[in-house]
């Protein structure tokens, strides 16, 4: 089973961090990825930039627009993601557990559905940015959590397959790095900071309306392009997509191969 | 045909948990079990009951389960699911063949899946009860003031998310075994907290589930040996259950501990609890339950309140306090040092508990220190205190309870101040 976790960091940690603080947080992340890699559970990580670079897409009637900023504002930010591959759940959280913020804000956990997934372009993604003069954004889908629950399995079809088009036509461009579906937010387990320890729990670790169901990593030469490659998705007329500069990217091997169909 | 009902439903929560290991899935599981009871009812009745009907239970229901897969199999392709289950069992009945289909962690396997910290807590209550004590949805629902529907929904969010996280059939690996085992300790007895504090009215159903928690622990017990604080759960709960019959009087009121009839305390039980209790304290440095049913141990130790021996109880909940520090255990330790050195000392340590904002939202705080005041001859302020707990109270027994205590006060008061009212 592929696991997703995603990272949640306080408004500001980071920036307020001294240089042996901040070394200290790589070497923890270092150690993370040495230990995943050795079980080889490691698929990849990724370090988004400041939620202030996010622009959020939405088409409403056929017109797209555009806003600054995050799509989810709170003292907690969705700031980045580790991929790992784990026999079963616990071994997914005992590796989750060691990212710093696991114990201090929180982390979250969440099956990635593997029939939905997009490998994308061979090229592995620091090859498209070093080569390309391209830069790397994700594009973070956000959907209503009741909207996706009265969707019947055609319904959600539709929604891959008009997703599979952008991912399409992103690889014959030689944009796609990579994508994925997340399971439904039921399906999700936080690690938050509570008394003096950190906590395994139930649920997402956003308790919101609106919930991320899925990625994409796109390699382009502006953030105007990969807003471009959003306006197309599903999620931007039904919900929206956030678009936010990737600071810090790394996929491994073994690649990931995922069906690009849904299961029958 | 009362003793082959008890025999298959003995072997019935063996045979699902290592069907759930078998197939990977908790519904067809439970499917393939009612399946196999129904059968046995007809087959051991005409052909006896077999020499280990747990294997039989679980024989019978992997085959049925066989059969099922194998039809959606033909109408879906899903050929691979049939793979692992054949391998799984034996071909022929040859008895250690059919015996080794049941593995003994088994049962603790499903405790650990069904208390797992990535389900809700809600969930993991209901879903121990449902598939490791076997109790119906209905029963569940009725223990926990609950629809059935909510408890449904919650059975079928926990199995989804059992199945769609992948969290594995497992006895945790031995560095998180404690966190685990501290984990489903915590549901089961939040599950005999359910029925001890909810005694009033229904008393049969309080005593099935009461009945299920021991049942759950003594499962535990026999599976993870020598484990001091399992070992005190259970001593905790016999302990505790011993009482039950004296707990209310004939019109439900609530009896409190001082003044219960001890004869009616279950002696059985207490000579159990009490042993386990020694054989717990004998492990090593006692846990928050070995040194509670310690406390109950104390209590039931001597044939009337009056000799009770506080200063060890007070000695008891100091250690308490250190392992599991806790204003409900400063409360309870106020309580008994009141009892050895008199209500003012005991009022002392409430003062200082006065901080906590959670406590001062806590019935038994306010009634334990209307109590102390009572005895302290501080009547008005007892009455107050009386009167918080009475809004904080939410079972009617406990509530008929303080207002009469309310009422005794008042006429107290009356009596003794010159010039009140006629």
């Known amino acids: ?115 939905c997934g997009h490998a994308g372009s061979a090229r592995a993604a620091e090859t498209l940015a070093r080569d390309g003069g391209k830069s790397l954004f994700a594009l973070l889908n956000y959907l209503d959590e009741d909207f996706v629950a009265a969707c019947s399995a055609s319904d959600m079809q539709a929604l891959v397959d008009q997703s599979l088009s952008m991912v399409r036509r992103a690889e014959a461009a030689g944009d796609y790095v990579m994508g994925g579906k997340l ?39 502006s953030i105007t392009a990969a807003t471009d490659y959003a306006k197309s998705l599903p999620e931007a007329g039904l919900g929206v997509v956030e678009v936010r500069p990737i600071n810090f990217y790394e ?14 | 045909m009362e003793q082959l009902g008890a025999v298959i439903k003995a072997a019935r929560a063996g045979a699902l948990a290592t069907l759930i290991r078998l197939l990977g899935d908790f519904d067809l599981a439970e499917e393939a079990v009612q399946e196999a009871t129904c059968r046995a009812l007809v087959d051991w009745r005409r052909n006896g009951v ?18 099922v897969l194998r039809h959606k199999a033909m109408a879906q392709q899903h050929q691979e699911a049939l793979v692992p289950l054949a391998a799984a069992g034996p071909a022929h009945d040859d008895d250690d063949a059919l015996n080794a289909l049941h593995l003994p962690d088994d049962q603790l396997r499903l405790m650990f899946i069904c208390c797992h910290p990535a389900l809700a807590q809600e969930s993991q209550v209901a879903l ?200 409900v255990v400063t409360l309870n330790r106020a309580v008994a040092v009141a009892r050895v050195q008199g209500a003012a000392a005991g009022l002392r340590i409430l003062d200082v508990l006065s901080d906590h904002k959670n406590l001062l939202g806590f019935q038994y705080y306010h009634s334990a220190r209307a109590g102390l005041l009572e005895e302290a001859g501080d009547y008005s302020r007892a009455v107050a205190a009386y009167r918080q707990a009475l809004s904080l109270c939410r079972n009617e027994a406990e509530g008929t309870y303080m207002n009469a205590r309310i009422e005794r006060l008042r006429r107290c008061m009356d009596a003794s101040s010159p010039g009140g009212p006629e």
């Not at chain 1, 996929?251 to 029958?264: D, F, G, L, M, V």
């Not at chain 2, 609530?254 to 009839?261: A, G, M, N, R, S």
């Open chain 1, 1 to 115: 089973m592929r696991y997703m976790t995603l990272i949640y960091e306080y408004a500001g940690g980071v920036e307020n961090l001294s240089e042996g603080q901040h070394q200290g947080l790589l070497e923890q992340h270092r150690r993370l990825q040495q230990r995943a890699t050795q079980e080889g559970a490691y698929l990849g990580a990724s370090e988004l930039k400041p939620a202030g670079a996010a622009v959020c897409v939405r088409v409403k009637n056929g017109v797209p627009s555009l806003s600054d900023g995050p799509f989810i504002e709170s003292k907690e930010l969705f700031v980045g993601f580790y991929l790992f591959a784990c026999p079963n759940l616990d071994a997914a959280l005992e590796l989750a557990a060691m990212i710093p913020t696991a114990s201090n804000s929180g982390v979250e956990v969440r099956p990635l559905d593997d029939a």
């Open chain 2, 50 to 67: 077999p020499a280990n009907p747990l294997a039989w239970l679980v024989q019978t229901g992997r085959r049925y389960a066989i059969d």
């Open chain 1, 251 to 264: 996929q491994t091997a073994p690649r990931i191969e995922w069906n690009s169909s849904a299961p029958s």
């Open chain 1, 183 to 221: 399971m439904a937010p039921a399906t999700a387990t936080t690690i938050q900071h509570a008394a003096a320890s950190p906590q395994i729990v139930d649920g997402p670790f956003c308790e919101a309306k609106e919930v991320l169901l899925g990625f994409h990593v796109l390699a382009c030469d």
């Open chain 2, 128 to 327: 121990t009860l449902k598939t490791v004590a076997g109790l119906s949805v209905d029963e569940i629902a009725r223990a926990y003031l609950s629809a059935p529907k909510t408890i449904e929904q919650r059975l079928t969010r926990a199995k989804r998310k059992i199945r769609s996280a992948v969290i594995a059939y497992q006895v945790p690996a031995p560095e998180q075994l404690a966190g685990r085992l501290d984990a489903v300790m915590r549901v089961l007895y939040l599950i005999y907290n359910q029925a001890y504090t909810t005694l009033t009215g229904a008393a049969l159903l309080d005593s099935q589930l009461a009945g299920a928690a021991i049942y759950l622990v003594r499962v535990l017990n026999r599976l993870v040996r020598q484990q001091a604080e399992a070992q005190g759960l259970l001593a905790l709960m016999l302990l505790q259950h011993a009482r039950a019959a004296a707990r209310v009087d004939g019109d439900g009121m609530p009896v409190p501990l001082e003044q219960q009839d001890r004869a009616l305390w279950d002696a059985k039980q207490i000579a159990e609890g009490t042993a386990m209790v020694e054989k717990s304290l004998r492990q090593g440095p006692p846990g928050p339950y070995g040194l509670q049913a310690a406390i109950a141990a104390v209590h039931c130790r001597v044939a009337s309140a009056a000799e009770t021996d506080w200063g060890q109880i007070v000695a008891l909940y100091e250690l308490l306090e250190i392992v599991s520090p806790n204003p």
